[in-house]
């Protein structure tokens, strides 16, 4: 008899669909799954490994002898901060799909804001035809904060299509003919640097409001934002401040501190501010679920757990 795999899925309907459609048929061979409310008491007690995302850590809590869950995000601030240190071990969804869909989000919204379409949608607003001059793309510099797998793959990209590139990262990475620095002596100088920067970094202790009235005055005057991170690593104030001001140009959030942005939050009316819905690196359903058929298949045969989320430094 295959093993049962609970699944823990907060999903819109039509995403969740995508994931009842693509997971089982990835686990087919080897396991079954089910939601965790039509789990019997036994099974519960049997789980020893869940597929998630977005769950509330409670639920997860409910399955006692789980020794690991499979997320289907990236992002697992919520598990780590919620769940007992000596609870499951959690692992984060590693898709090389999401890296690649996040470079070319990174390019689009870069060329976005290197492009100055932000202003000509301000003049077209005001019908005003005005033609500004143009840079060449190894005239801008693009700082990226984290060179993890999906800041690793966006640099390179940014690199081949042309723009000078630097990266920051807490500990000391190199990559071909691409200037890096990492502590706290390179985030300045990253910032430095920066005419476009981009957010790729996980949300941790440190990284919360990293991004606040300090290091926004350390960019150069002018230069623009992007965060495609997590919102808390922004001082939404300070932001706002920055753009208000003049000091900054304009911001590209795809996400914020709580979603979806509330109606009455000023960042939906700045003008200095470009609101996406969080859509920038979704994670692909069909590429996903093969990669949890393999961790789990893997688990199932040999007891393998993959890599698993340090829970000191939250990532």
């Not at 301000?122 to 143009?134: F, S």
């Not at 793959?153 to 990559?175: I, M, P, Y």
């Not at 960042?267 to 690196?281: D, E, F, N, Q």
């Amino acid at each position: 008899m295959k093993p049962v795999v609970p699944m823990i899925i907060r999903a819109q309907e039509d995403e969740l669909e995508l994931w009842y459609r693509h997971l089982p048929a990835a686990l087919e061979e080897i396991a079954t799954l089910k939601p965790l409310d039509e789990l019997s008491d036994a099974e519960r007690t049997a789980a020893e490994v869940a597929i998630v995302a977005n769950p509330d850590p409670k639920d997860v809590a409910s399955l006692p002898n789980l020794k690991w869950v499979q997320s289907l995000w990236a992002g697992v601030e919520r598990l780590v901060s919620e769940l007992p240190e000596d609870g499951p071990r959690i692992v984060r969804m590693t898709d090389p799909q999401m890296a690649e869909t996040m470079s070319e989000a990174v390019l689009a919204w870069t060329l976005y804001l290197h492009r100055n379409m932000p202003r000509y949608t301000r003049q077209q607003r005001d019908r005003v035809w005005l033609e500004h001059p143009l840079k060449l793309p190894e005239e801008r510099t693009v700082g990226i904060l984290g060179l993890g797998k999906l800041g690793s793959q966006a640099l390179a990209r940014l690199r081949d299509h042309g723009f000078t590139v630097c990266g920051w990262s807490r500990t000391e990475k190199n990559f071909v003919g691409v200037e890096t620095h990492h502590g706290a002596e390179g985030l300045k100088t990253v910032l430095s640097k920066s005419d476009i920067l981009v957010l790729l970094m996980p949300l941790t202790p440190e990284t919360r409001g990293m991004i606040g009235a300090e290091a926004l005055s350390q960019l150069p005057n002018g230069a623009s934002l992007i965060n495609f991170a997590r919102g808390p690593i922004i001082d939404d104030e300070a932001l706002l401040a920055a753009l208000d001001s003049g000091r900054l140009d304009h911001a590209v959030l795809d996400v914020f501190v709580t979603e979806p942005l509330p109606q009455d939050h000023p960042y939906w009316s700045h003008p200095g501010v470009t609101v996406l819905p969080h859509i920038t690196a979704p994670t692909i359903p069909a590429t996903a679920s093969r990669i949890v058929g393999q961790n789990i298949g893997a688990f199932l045969e040999t007891g393998t757990i993959p890599d698993s989320v340090d829970r000191k430094r939250g990532y």
